[in-house]
Each structure stands twice: as C-alpha cells, then as structure tokens.
C-alpha cells in the first residue's frame, strides 16, 4: 500500500449491482509488524514458529485482523472509496494465512439500498500464494448519493 495513494470515491448512484472489484494485498513484514506493534497481540500461534508448527501450522498464522484492515482498506480507498461508510463487516476465516502471503480481496456488489444509500458487498479473500480461499464475508457500506 502506497502511503500517497489518493482515495477513489465512487458514488452510489453509480455503484452497480453485479460489478465486480478486486485488488491484491501482500502480508509483508511491516504489516505484520505494524499490526504487532499497534495492538500487541503475541499468542503463540501467531508469533512463534514452534508453537505454531505443534499446532499443524508451516509458520505463525497471520491475526485475522489484519485481513479485516485490508478489507477497511479496500473500502476507504478503492471501492467506494472516500465517498464512504463502513457500517458492518463480517468475516469467517476458512484457511490460515502467512506472512509473504498475497491475497486477492474480491467485492461483488450484492444489494443496493436506496433509502438509506447502502450497498451490500459479497467478499472473498482468495490466498493466491497458497492457491486456497482464506475467508469469505460480507459489508454494509454507506455511500455518498452525487
């Protein structure tokens, strides 16, 4: 992620049922570091290669948080965008990820409701590092109408 990024802001009234919208996220060293260092979370599965390795696990797993970040990520700054506020978020996780790991973060616009200007999205984290499907979710995003 690119600190100088600018922040699209799509509209709802452009936001189309059906469109899909994706981007890729890498689990880099800063990222699991910056997690680490901002909330502090060192279970043993997560930070220690041994615990994590009698547990069945290649290495520490990566905290399902830092999925849930690149997915607020996604929101804020790639769809909608700026224009934008997320209400709910729900993620189930199916298979670990690891550090280095890419993810692919995939939107599909569900819903749209016009009342209140919220789109529901159908998420997925597809882990093309390791060829497998890491959670699945679904959002409620306000978004700006004009």
């Given at each position: ?29 800063a ?84 009342a ?30 004009t």
């Open positions: 992620m690119n600190a100088l990024e600018a922040p699209r802001a799509v509209r709802y009234d452009d936001v189309v049922v059906g469109a899909i919208h994706e981007r890729d996220y890498v689990i880099t060293t990222v699991y570091q910056g997690f680490l260092a901002a909330f502090d979370d060192r279970s043993p599965i997560h930070v220690d290669a041994e615990a994590a390795r009698a547990r069945g696990f290649a290495a520490p797993v990566m905290h399902g948080a830092i999925l849930n970040g690149f997915v607020s990520h996604f929101v804020g700054m790639v769809f909608p965008g700026a224009s934008s506020l997320l209400l709910s978020m729900e993620l189930r996780f199916a298979q670990p990820s690891f550090e280095g790991d890419t993810l692919c973060l995939q939107a599909k616009v569900a819903q749209k409701v016009d209140q200007q919220v789109v529901v999205l159908h998420l997925s984290l597809a882990n093309r590092t390791r060829g497998y499907v890491a959670a699945t979710g679904r959002a409620q995003i306000r978004v700006d109408a």
